[in-house]
């Protein structure tokens, strides 16, 4: 668990879109949703931070609430039908994988939270960061954070 570790990341500006609905549709709806997205990145300009993919992400027992965003530096006029949220600053603990190893990724974050003693914050988002990099779609580095309670 060597690829686990504690960050602190500032409050975040992202602009995208977003799915809700049954945790059965996913991940389907989550890879539709970043594809749709991705289509749609000449709409932003100059205004993207980075390149980044942020994927941030809110459920319970019975659906998700799943995002694909930019982080942007300012951005007067938003493309149609996108939505600008502020994600609060964060301590997460975060793992590093691929997007081919997701569930693993999860599945190692969460022991090595366990082992440490450490607890998320349930009313924070949890976030999915993915770096793509077009020339190699097959297999791209994610991070994947889950907020920590102080």
Known sequence: MENCSIISKPALQLVGISYCGPYSSFPDEAIRLQTEFLARKHEF?????????????YGNEAFATYW???EVHHMEELPP????ITIPA???AMVACSNKRIGEGYEQLNAWM??????KHENAVSLE???IDEQHWEEEPVELLIPLKD
């Open 68 to 70: 694909a965003c930019y």
């Open 81 to 84: 039908g996108m939505v600008r």
């Open 129 to 131: 960061l993915f770096y």
């Open 90 to 92: 964060h301590r997460y």
């Open 45 to 57: 300009n100059d205004a993207v931070k980075s390149m980044v993919l942020y994927s941030p992400y």
């Open 114 to 119: 366990n082992e440490k003693k450490l607890q």
